[in-house]
């Protein structure tokens, strides 16, 4: 089956740096979308960041400028995620998804999910 599985979450102080790894087992790893969603307790799921394209064209929710930094190793078909000068509003669940064709980062458009990885920051 195709997968998307995430890692590299964890417990970490404000202030420091975390790299979140998406590995997929697409067919076709260039076309698709590779997206990062989050979703916090109580909150909505939001998006992150986009990916797409064997040259990387990335994309970013304007609230996640900054501090974020999607990447990836097209060899390995695997997406990154760099968090920096993580906050405790940046504790959720974060998600690896993938999307047919170029997208943005609306949720409706991808159709591959991973489970999620926890990232939870404390002051």
């Known amino acids: 089956q195709v997968q998307l599985v995430e890692s590299g979450g964890g417990s970490v102080r404000a202030g420091g740096s975390l790299t979140l790894a998406c590995a997929t087992s697409?067919?076709?790893?260039?076309?698709?979308?590779k997206g990062w969603f989050r979703q916090a307790p109580g909150k909505e799921r939001e998006g992150v960041a986009r990916i797409y394209g064997s040259s990387g064209v990335t994309l970013y929710a304007g609230s996640m400028e900054g501090r974020f930094t999607i990447s990836q190793d097209n060899v390995k078909k695997t997406v990154y995620l760099q968090i920096n000068s993580l906050k405790p509003e940046d504790t959720a669940m974060y998600y690896c998804?993938?999307?047919?064709?170029?997208?943005?980062?609306?949720?409706?458009?991808?159709?591959?999910w991973g489970q999620g990885t926890q990232v939870t920051v404390s002051s």
């Open positions: 998804a993938a999307a047919s064709g170029p997208v943005g980062l609306n949720q409706i458009d991808y159709h591959l």
């Open positions: 697409l067919f076709a790893y260039n076309g698709f979308s």
